[in-house]
């Protein structure tokens, strides 16, 4: 079973600061890797995707990537209670079928006014 | 969720009632998903398609057939539903944009409540 593991928080953080989430991948043969923001009650929006090793920037996401590690994280820079959201760590396994995800369970983060 | 529906947005229905939830999109994608999302488990793959008349099992497809007709609908059958299959179900579609990515982008959902 190729597992995608994120912390289930919640994760508390007050404006302006920065929120780091982080998830963790069983599959070494692993290729993309994507987070999801979804607010309560709405269905998940693609937010980030990387492929190589490094980091990836967009606006105040950057999403950062170690394929020897098996981790992705996703740090939100001054972080706004808009941001008050899940966020899913998601993965394409290796072996085939490239047009699967694999999902993590979600991390809840909560920004403080 | 541009271009992407379900119908219906909410339903409930009773144990040993047939129900298909049905997803349209408007993108050409070629494949298709279908999700349900529960408290605990977070999203689980039911079906996917990977084109017309082309579908294949998820994780969890016990109780649930899909059909695919046509690359705009994919529709999603709880034969006989049961209390366990209440649960959010989301529509997913997705199209290879470049070598390695396949972006899936989500439907807005269908709430299902089986009594």
């Known amino acids: 079973q190729k597992e995608v593991e994120q912390n289930s928080g919640p994760l508390s953080v007050p404006e302006g600061a920065i929120a780091s989430l982080n998830c963790t991948y069983s599959?070494?043969?692993?290729?993309?890797f994507f987070w999801y923001r979804q607010y309560s009650g709405k269905s998940p929006e693609l937010i980030m995707f990387i492929y190589s090793n490094g980091d990836k920037e967009d606006g105040r996401f950057t999403a950062q990537l170690n394929k020897a590690s098996q981790y992705v994280s996703l740090l939100i820079r001054d972080s706004q209670p808009s941001d008050s959201a899940t966020y899913l760590c998601a993965v394409i396994n290796s072996g085939g079928s490239n047009y699967k995800l694999t999902f993590g369970k979600g991390t809840l983060l909560t920004v403080n006014p | 969720d541009a271009g992407i529906t379900q119908s219906p947005r909410h339903k409930v229905t009773e144990t040993g009632t047939p129900v298909t939830l049905r997803c349209h999109q408007t993108?050409?994608?070629?494949?298709m998903y279908w999700y349900r999302q529960d408290p605990g488990h977070g999203l689980r793959l039911i079906h996917y398609s990977y084109g017309v008349k082309d579908t294949d099992k998820g994780e969890v497809s016990d109780g649930y057939s899909v059909s695919r007709s046509k690359t705009e609908d994919f529709l999603l059958t709880l034969e006989s539903a049961t209390s366990s299959q209440t649960s959010v179900y989301f529509c997913a579609i997705s199209d290879k944009v470049q070598e390695n990515s396949y972006e899936q982008y989500f439907g807005p959902g269908t709430r299902l409540t089986v009594t």
């Open positions: 993108e050409n994608h070629r494949y």
């Open positions: 599959d070494r043969g692993s290729q993309s």
